[in-house]
């Protein structure tokens, strides 16, 4: 009986094969925002693959992130990291065969990821609230926009999705309730009350009552009726960061700073998880840096000590 023989892998890989890696890839993931970023990176990289005489070798997908994926687009280094990530998702689906499983990032991963650039303390933020004029209509908007940024902790989509009717209070405390973030899930996320002023003095000067809480405002100072796109936020960060000194500030770093100084001010891990909207605890650890406090540490006082 004749012995079957192993197939050997590709040692070369067209264009067929690199689509439905793409696909695979972007079938694990839920958020349309996220399938957007990494369609557009691996498009990049597919184009560039395919044309260049690198078809034929001996490792058909090399170790793309630390070396060529990373020079493919030279841009920021957020845009990198999402071309690194996923390209090495399609470098896993086609050496893995079988059916489609949600794709893991290797340790080489960790070397595309853009550094933490979080506002290192409440000072900058309170540099970067200052940059706005407060009196003009466009002031109000955009500083309630940096403050919900900083004092909630919210993503750019779930800023511009918010809608008048999500504004409500309940415990005696302003809340964005029911909000709808990544993945679908849905969360409360309470609004410190300086922000609700921020965000109350912005509708009442644009005379906004219900559809979304913030809007687009054209030259002649007329305020659209519907709500913009969450790339007007980032135009507004970039902006005021650039007005006061601080180079290369996004707005997910507002987001990581939101949770970093509710750690610094005592908040509890569990609480900053629910405030952020993460599913993971691990993933609200990476957000805060968690070191180890020697001073005043947690187990200094836990009730046990004896008494004088």
Same mark, same amino acid.
């Given at each position: 009986m004749a012995k079957k023989r192993k197939r050997a892998p590709k040692s070369v890989l067209k264009l067929p094969d690199l689509e439905h890696s793409k696909s695979a890839v972007l079938n694990s993931l839920r958020s349309v925002s996220s399938q957007r970023s990494y369609d557009h990176a691996i498009r990049q990289f597919i184009d560039w693959y395919c044309s260049e005489p690198r078809l034929a070798c001996r490792d058909p997908v090399p170790d793309l992130p630390r070396a060529s994926a990373l020079r493919v687009v030279n841009n920021q280094p957020a845009t990198r990291s999402g071309t690194a990530f996923g390209v090495r998702g399609c470098r896993y689906r086609i050496a893995q065969p079988g059916p489609c499983r949600r794709h893991t990032p290797c340790e080489g991963c960790e070397e595309a990821r853009n550094p933490c650039r979080e506002l290192a303390h409440s000072r900058a933020g309170r540099a970067l609230l200052s940059t706005f004029d407060r009196t003009s209509l466009r002031g109000k908007r955009d500083y309630?926009?940096?403050?919900?940024? $900083? =004092? /909630?902790?919210? #993503?750019?989509?779930?800023?511009?999705?918010?809608?008048?009717?999500?504004?409500? *209070?309940?415990?005696?405390?302003?809340?964005?309730?029911?909000?709808?973030g990544k993945g679908g899930h849905s969360r409360t996320v309470p609004i410190p009350g300086w922000v609700a002023e921020a965000v109350r003095a912005w509708m009442t000067e644009a005379c906004i009552t219900a559809g979304a809480v913030f809007r687009p405002i054209n030259k002649a100072g007329r305020i659209a009726p519907n709500g913009f796109s969450p790339k007007?936020?980032?135009?507004?960060?970039?902006?005021?960061?650039?007005?006061?000194?601080?180079?290369?500030?996004?707005?997910?770093?507002?987001?990581?700073?939101?949770?970093?100084?509710?750690?610094?001010?005592?908040?509890?891990?569990?609480?900053?998880?629910?405030?952020?909207?993460?599913?993971?605890?691990?993933?609200?650890?990476?957000? $805060? =840096? /968690?070191?180890? #406090?020697?001073?005043?540490?947690?187990?200094?006082?836990?009730?046990?000590?004896? *008494?004088?």
């Amino acid at each position: 009986m004749a012995k079957k023989r192993k197939r050997a892998p590709k040692s070369v890989l067209k264009l067929p094969d690199l689509e439905h890696s793409k696909s695979a890839v972007l079938n694990s993931l839920r958020s349309v925002s996220s399938q957007r970023s990494y369609d557009h990176a691996i498009r990049q990289f597919i184009d560039w693959y395919c044309s260049e005489p690198r078809l034929a070798c001996r490792d058909p997908v090399p170790d793309l992130p630390r070396a060529s994926a990373l020079r493919v687009v030279n841009n920021q280094p957020a845009t990198r990291s999402g071309t690194a990530f996923g390209v090495r998702g399609c470098r896993y689906r086609i050496a893995q065969p079988g059916p489609c499983r949600r794709h893991t990032p290797c340790e080489g991963c960790e070397e595309a990821r853009n550094p933490c650039r979080e506002l290192a303390h409440s000072r900058a933020g309170r540099a970067l609230l200052s940059t706005f004029d407060r009196t003009s209509l466009r002031g109000k908007r955009d500083y309630a926009i940096v403050a919900v940024l $900083l =004092g /909630c902790g919210l #993503r750019r989509a779930e800023l511009a999705a918010a809608q008048v009717q999500d504004v409500q *209070q309940g415990e005696d405390h302003w809340v964005f309730a029911d909000l709808i973030g990544k993945g679908g899930h849905s969360r409360t996320v309470p609004i410190p009350g300086w922000v609700a002023e921020a965000v109350r003095a912005w509708m009442t000067e644009a005379c906004i009552t219900a559809g979304a809480v913030f809007r687009p405002i054209n030259k002649a100072g007329r305020i659209a009726p519907n709500g913009f796109s969450p790339k007007v936020i980032w135009g507004v960060v970039k902006r005021a960061s650039a007005a006061c000194g601080l180079a290369n500030i996004a707005p997910h770093d507002l987001r990581r700073t939101c949770a970093r100084l509710c750690h610094l001010a005592g908040g509890e891990l569990e609480q900053i998880q629910f405030l952020l909207g993460h599913v993971s605890v691990q993933t609200t650890e990476r957000y $805060l =840096g /968690c070191k180890q #406090r020697l001073h005043n540490a947690v187990n200094d006082n836990i009730g046990l000590e004896p *008494q004088p």
